[in-house]
């Protein structure tokens, strides 16, 4: 088993910057592979970012692919996201998730998730 809690999340204006921040309780976090995901008010849930168990590969959503990064400190069992040049489209509650093996960007694969910790991005 594996917990995990999202911090981080906020009001920013368009243009801004923040940094969430995941952090794994439980077994070790180098088992898995973590993810980021977000879900907009009546919408499904969508990939923003995964990483390697290793940290040396990462896969962005096209979306948001050159304004974020997702990185980790398996030290710290601690999986990040910095998102940068934020828009309003990116206003959503967003997930940690952790899968074993291989990451993957399809949110059924994934068996652990946060509570989830909202961002909202003005106009």
């Known amino acids: 088993q594996v917990q995990l809690v999202e911090s981080g999340g906020g009001l920013v204006p368009a243009g801004g910057s923040l940094t969430l921040s995941c952090v794994a309780s439980g077994r070790s976090s180098t088992i898995y592979s973590m993810a980021w995901f977000r879900q907009a008010p009546g919408k499904e849930r969508d990939f923003v970012a995964t990483?390697?168990?290793?940290?040396?590969?990462?896969t962005y959503a096209d979306s948001v692919n050159g304004r974020f990064a997702i990185s980790r400190d398996n030290a710290k069992n601690t999986v990040a996201l910095q998102m940068n040049g934020l828009k309003p489209d990116d206003t959503a509650v967003y997930y940690c998730a952790a899968k074993f093996g291989t990451y993957s960007a399809t949110p059924s694969e994934y068996t652990y998730w946060g509570q989830g910790t909202q961002v909202t991005v003005s106009s």
């Open positions: 990483i390697s168990r290793g940290g040396s590969t990462t």
